[in-house]
């Protein structure tokens, strides 16, 4: 299999609709155009990195610092949970409130809790979903509440952060080179793995740490949320053993080639409630 090249910039259309350049920001210490006293002034319009490559953004790929690059801090603006300067949400329904427009909030983190974090507790995170001055909220494992259509989620794509949870903390460039030539970089390359008949129809289970046993990043409200992982093989080689398929610890272009071998991939919640595995199986062909 010849090696796709490594210029994701040649993925240019799909890169920009991923992660727009921002073309027309000038993002300053305390942000652009915000009031005294703005949510998290202190560390908006700090997250762009103009002068970052295509390769050091991870492009085309999904990454947790894309949507830093893609708020235009005039009617999109990314909101960090969990870090200082996070408003109550009397203040930002305030400030929301004040807006001459319409506004879109992108809440996202990378510490696997989900947006809204308590669902027992309407009256608070309400206070922004019923603002009528507000357009859309896209968050972070966010779960699907059928009463706030306002309320999207943000995927969580590929694994890019081993070692911290800030954005741009870590380098990028060899992980985007190695998901560019080991999985798919365009909607076609996708639909041509999924239907190919090289693959056979077993189920792929790989070692998975047992993270989802006792977190509380999101509501474990049904069977599935509920399951803790290590107790799903057991069930899976009493009931579909002849079906079942599980490699040994494989590095990550061999897993990815494995992915390519079957149909089907088990991808349970982990200790949030999106998953890089669902991800991984997208863009490698795989149901899941």
């Excluded at 990454?63 to 893609?70: F, G, L, P, S, Y």
């Excluded at 990028?172 to 793995?193: D, F, G, I, Q």
Aim: one cysteine or more; proline letters at 7%.
């Amino acid at each position: 299999m010849a090696t796709k090249t490594t210029d994701i910039a040649a993925a240019g259309a799909a890169a920009r609709e991923i992660c727009p350049l921002e073309t027309h920001v000038k993002s300053t210490a305390t942000g652009l155009n915000f009031p005294i006293g703005f949510p998290q002034n202190l560390t908006f319009g700090r997250f762009h990195k103009a002068e970052a490559s295509n390769l050091e953004r991870g492009r085309p790929f999904i990454t947790q610092d894309c949507w830093a690059d893609m708020v235009d801090n005039r009617r999109t603006f990314l909101l960090r949970p969990f870090e200082v300067g996070m408003p109550s949400m009397e203040r930002l329904q305030n400030w929301i409130r004040l807006r001459p427009h319409p506004i879109t909030l992108v809440i996202n983190n990378q510490v696997d809790i989900s947006w809204p974090d308590d669902l027992s507790n309407k009256t608070n995170y309400e206070l922004i979903l019923n603002e009528t001055n507000l357009h859309a909220v896209y968050a972070g494992n966010a779960r699907l509440l059928e009463d706030y259509p306002k309320l999207h989620p943000l995927p969580i794509g590929m694994k890019w952060n081993w070692q911290s949870t800030e954005l741009f903390s870590e380098n990028k460039v060899p992980l985007t080179v190695m998901y560019a030539n080991n999985t798919s970089t365009t909607p076609e390359e996708v639909a041509t793995l999924f239907r190919s008949e090289g693959r056979t129809p077993t189920v792929y289970y790989r070692h998975m740490m047992n993270s989802n046993s006792g977190t509380r990043n999101y509501i474990r409200d049904t069977p599935a949320l509920r399951a803790v992982r290590h107790t799903i093989y057991p069930i899976l080689n009493s009931t579909a053993n002849t079906s079942l398929r599980v490699p040994g610890k494989l590095e990550l272009p061999e897993y990815y080639m494995e992915l390519k071998k079957h149909r089907f991939l088990i991808s349970p919640s982990g200790n949030g409630l999106d998953t890089h595995s669902t991800w991984e199986a997208l863009l490698s062909g795989p149901n899941f």
